[in-house]
């Protein structure tokens, strides 16, 4: 992987509060770099054994809920296996069941509702939405922590114009 991405995830590590360096730093590394954004468990333990990083997956699954607790990693809510998000900003998602397939809705809000729109007319009886209100959003005007201001699970400074008046 280019050293700019190992660099840049060390930083992202150390910035959440995290050590910065080791198995966590190499493995924040692989999924910057993963060609798919919406991993579980076992295709990060796929990708870990490709590039010969030496942790067990029970370890890799550890390391993937510590960097989404920290804010690094998104992690979709529902289903029987958790699905880990690259992209650790608030983004919506259309899931299709089957077959299996998970696409990022980066989009508008009138595209979004266009979209919902859409496939309510097409397929009002299997459309099933979730609005999730992410926590650190609403906890930010009590949250005073060293950590408050810079990092993305807080996300005070990133999103201070456009979540803390709407909510
Ligand atoms: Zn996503």
């Known amino acids: 992987m280019p050293h700019t991405v190992g660099a840049a995830c060390r930083e992202e590590l150390r910035r959440a509060g995290l050590p910065g360096q080791g198995a966590q730093a190499r493995l924040l590394a692989l999924l910057r770099t993963a060609p798919e954004s919406h991993l579980r468990v076992a295709q990060v333990v796929r990708m870990a054994k490709e590039i010969g990083l030496a942790s067990t997956p029970v370890e890799l699954a550890g390391h993937l809920e510590t960097l989404a607790d920290h804010g690094l990693l998104g992690r979709l809510p529902g289903g029987a296996e958790p699905v880990f998000d690259t992209v650790p900003e608030p983004h919506s998602h259309l899931i299709y069941e089957d077959p299996a397939q998970i ?28 609005i999730r209100l992410r926590a650190g959003r609403t906890a930010v005007k009590g949250c005073t922590g060293p950590r408050c201001a810079d990092t993305p699970r807080c996300g005070r400074e990133r999103n201070q114009n456009r979540q803390h008046d709407a909510i």
Do not use: G, N, Y
């Not at 266009?114 to 097409?122: F, G, K």
């Open 103 to 130: 696409v990022d809705l980066d989009v508008s809000s009138e595209t979004l509702l266009a979209i919902l729109r859409h496939a309510l007319a097409e397929r009002p009886d299997r459309v099933e939405v979730i």
